[in-house]
């Protein structure tokens, strides 16, 4: 196995999924969001939407906040410190991959 | 990878999609202008070139922009496409970087009107100087993107503008800003075509501002009740 397939097999697999990297690319530059804009930014639907960031969450990459916005529910999102740990590793082990 | 690295920047462009950078920016030119105009028509001690005045003008502009933002943002942007908060740290350096920006555009202002060359070209330099600020927010906010590409006729507009008014004859920009109280080191020629040129900025802002909004409302679809609540059960 050469280094670059051995650099590719290391990459972490909660965070390589597209649809999830996307999330975790788009918390990973605010410091929080609803789910309103994930979906509008991801056009991912509810339940993709919601599958891929219960998988984040159990990996314990992403926090879930349930509040209220006035008398809407809100539901907020943010990368947690190890969240950010990982996409930064990620990161940098794509690039020297590629 | 550079997909990644375009996602990156996507939240920095949101900050802007429905224009209210630009109205606000906007808004504060043209609110500046009639101040300026009348600290020029009024005598020296008059009220209007008191110093707390310009505090209490200033203090009153920056919470009709901030407050009409936040009631965009919460009323209408954050329920059709929902709610951002930034990192602290961005809006730290974004805050820094525009009080820079906007120091030395000031400073280069005063610089170039006390000089002894033609008192009106600072204007034109000043303009392009806030075009090219106005490019940068473009690049920011996707430049490419089909939906931003009309603010490259707003550029055009603010060159144009300002080369026009760093051409007009000196005796009528003058006339605009005769008075009493023209500060000194200025003419009132140069007074009278910045007075020109803040009004020119602002509206073409206010315009591309407007633009930017109703663009978006055509856009985004009107919330719904339940729009933001996942209809996973998982995510709690």
Request: net charge positive; hydrophobic share 50%; proline share 4%.
């Amino acid at each position: 196995m050469n280094r670059q397939t051995q650099t590719f097999n290391e990459l972490d697999r909660v965070i390589h999924e597209p649809g999830r990297l996307m999330i975790v690319a788009l918390l990973f530059a605010i410091d929080q969001c609803d789910f309103l804009y994930l979906q509008h930014e991801t056009e991912m639907n509810k339940g993709t939407l919601s599958s891929h960031l219960s998988r984040l969450e159990e990996a314990g990459y992403v926090e879930v906040e349930k509040t209220y916005r006035g008398k809407v529910p809100q539901t907020l999102l943010s990368l947690t410190a190890s969240g950010r740990e990982a996409f930064q590793r990620y990161r940098k082990k794509l690039k020297k991959a590629l | 990878m550079d997909r990644v690295e375009s996602l990156l920047k996507r939240p920095k462009a949101y900050g802007n999609i429905d224009g209210t950078g630009e109205l606000g920016m906007g808004f504060m030119c043209l609110a500046f202008a009639p101040l300026i105009w009348l600290q020029l028509h009024t005598p020296k001690d008059s009220i209007w070139n008191q110093k707390y005045v310009l505090f209490i003008w200033v203090g009153l502009m920056v919470a009709m922009i901030y407050f009409g933002t936040r009631a965009i943002k919460n009323h209408i942007t954050y329920p059709r496409t929902g709610f951002v908060a930034y990192r602290k740290q961005n809006r730290i350096w974004t805050a820094i970087v525009a009080s820079v920006v906007s120091a030395l555009s000031v400073v280069g202002l005063v610089l170039a009107a006390h000089s002894h060359r033609h008192i009106v070209m600072p204007v034109f330099f000043i303009g392009l100087f806030f075009a090219a600020g106005y490019v940068f927010g473009i690049a920011r906010s996707g430049g490419v993107n089909a939906l931003f590409r009309w603010k490259w006729v707003v550029v055009l507009a603010q060159v144009i503008g300002s080369l026009l008014i760093a051409l007009l004859p000196e005796d009528l920009s003058a006339a605009l800003a005769y008075g009493p109280s023209v500060p000194a080191g200025f003419s009132a020629s140069s007074a009278g075509a910045f007075l020109l040129w803040l009004i020119l900025y602002g509206t073409l802002l206010l315009i591309s501002g407007a633009i930017s909004f109703s663009l978006y409302l055509l856009h985004t679809q009107s919330p719904t009740e339940e729009a933001n609540e996942p209809a996973n059960a998982d995510v709690q």
